[in-house]
């Protein structure tokens, strides 16, 4: 992968982006993701935020490399804090984190959020987490998807700030749009869930402590709600 094949991943991530944005990519790593964007004229300018040295550099080379310096800021911050106002950014994208960590970086850096830019998040696991935060922040889930790359299952989720949303506790779990497309990767990845869960159960029942620290009863909740998504 690299900023003129972004892998199939970064691609779907990228479609999500509108056309003409201003994008602030957090997480950015080697800047593969803004700069094959702007290579295609399909964003207006970009800010690649990386906390770590030795990605930053990386981003640096490949803007440098593509003689992209006077649109492509590249930024060694923590989070959010690569944004700063006269950015004008209208997206954030944050991708290959945890759910939990992707959540952090929002909640931490909500001070830098105009409420209008549309969120692009590619969780590598944690999703429920992140989705009580959007819908605790007032952003309504406008898609979400799912692809199969390489063995692993990556969730795309796309929110922008509107009216107040409630989501169930399974909506929040499985995500309100993927239970309503049921498409055949999503009933897979939720076959192959249910299968490890019921083994991980199993141990479980064997185990006091697991009873005793209600993972037992957490786990036994969701064996059942997938049961009942599957039919």
């Known amino acids: 992968m690299n900023e003129h094949t972004l892998s199939r991943r970064l691609e779907r991530v990228a479609a999500h982006v509108p ?23 399909a964003i207006s300018a970009a800010v690649a935020g990386e906390v770590a040295s030795t990605p930053f550099q990386a981003a640096q ?82 898609c979400e998807e799912l692809l199969h790359e390489n063995r692993f299952y990556y969730e795309i989720i796309v929110a922008e700030r509107a009216e107040p949303v409630a989501y169930s506790a399974e909506q929040l779990y499985f995500g309100p749009l993927q239970m309503q497309a049921r498409s055949p990767v999503f009933l897979a990845k939720w076959q192959r869930a249910l299968r490890l869960k019921q083994k991980v159960l199993a141990g479980l029942e064997q185990s006091e402590q ?18 009942e998504l599957l039919g």
């Open 19 to 41: 056309l003409a944005a201003r994008l602030a990519d957090i997480g950015s790593d080697h800047a593969y993701l803004p700069v094959a964007l702007l290579r295609r004229g």
């Open 210 to 227: 697991g009873a005793l620290h209600g993972k037992h009863a957490q786990i036994a909740l969701q064996v059942r709600w997938i049961r």
């Open 61 to 142: 080379r490949t803007v440098r490399d593509n003689r992209l310096q006077g649109r492509v800021t590249v930024r060694q911050a923590d989070g959010l804090a690569a944004i700063e106002p006269a950015d004008g950014i209208t997206a954030i994208s944050l991708c290959g984190m945890g759910g939990e960590t992707i959540r952090d970086i929002l909640e931490s850096g909500k001070a830098r959020l105009s409420g209008r830019e549309r969120l692009i998040l590619q969780p590598n696991g944690g999703e429920p987490p992140l989705r009580r935060w959007l819908m605790d922040n007032g952003y309504t889930i406008l």
